[in-house]
């Protein structure tokens, strides 16, 4: 059972309002990541990190922000939503190394009316 | 830029019967690992295969991987209704810094 959560599981809000999605592991891997998945389709790496004060952005240009003070959290930050954010929102971490087993979180599911 | 493309996008079956995926990639892998997704949730790992592997087994999953056609599969066995989800293959990029994901597939098992 992987150790690592999201919050919240759904939110719904309307346009324009400034979100945080929150994710958090307990495993101390240094590397995490944002991924944006809409229904049935691919995952989309927007966001990851090394470990603490690292950030990148992903393939999948975001208009999310994300920041890495401690190692065991990696909160995503929307300024202002609009309609097209709609999507899931998954956390994953894993250890540090190539091409390592991925941990993901339960999801957010996001609607921005 | 997507890495990996699975094959079918869908596929229905009866309970016990098996189940075959298949995934190929662009580009030269360090590991290929596969994952499912139950609906609406995160993805769960299964298995991981190194590129200097050919073959590998857990319990009812077999994965084979070849390096040269740059493709792999993954064998579901005696399927039961519980392995419906979407199934996804992953790569590591040239790089090694990131996991790219393909598009899934879909897989029914009815009862």
């Known amino acids: 059972e992987a150790d690592i959560y999201q919050t919240p599981r759904y939110l719904v809000i309307g346009t324009g309002k400034k979100i945080t999605l929150e994710c958090s592991q307990t495993m101390g891997h240094d590397k995490m990541y944002w991924y944006q998945q809409d229904p049935g389709m691919e995952l989309h790496l927007i966001h990851y990190s090394y470990g603490v004060n690292s950030t990148e952005k992903g393939d999948l240009s975001s208009e999310s922000t994300v920041s890495r003070i401690r190692t065991e959290h990696f909160p995503l930050t929307l300024e202002s939503a609009r309609p097209s954010h709609t999507s899931q929102y998954l956390c994953a971490s894993s250890v540090q190394g190539t091409g390592e087993k991925l941990f993901f979180g339960s999801g957010t599911q996001l609607s921005v009316l | 830029s997507q890495q990996g493309e699975e094959d079918p996008q869908a596929l229905s079956i009866q309970e016990g019967e098996n189940a075959t995926m298949n995934c190929s990639y662009k580009t030269s892998i360090n590991n290929l690992q596969w994952y499912r997704q139950n609906s609406g949730r995160g993805l769960v790992h299964l298995i991981l295969?190194?590129?200097?592997?050919r073959e590998k087994h857990s319990g009812r999953l077999r994965v084979t991987l070849d390096t040269s056609k740059k493709s792999s599969s993954l064998l579901i066995t005696a399927s039961r209704a519980a392995d419906t989800a979407s199934y996804f293959c992953a790569t590591d990029d040239t790089g090694g810094f990131k996991t790219i994901f393909g598009a899934g597939t879909r897989l029914f098992v009815k009862a």
């Open positions: 295969i190194r590129s200097n592997e």
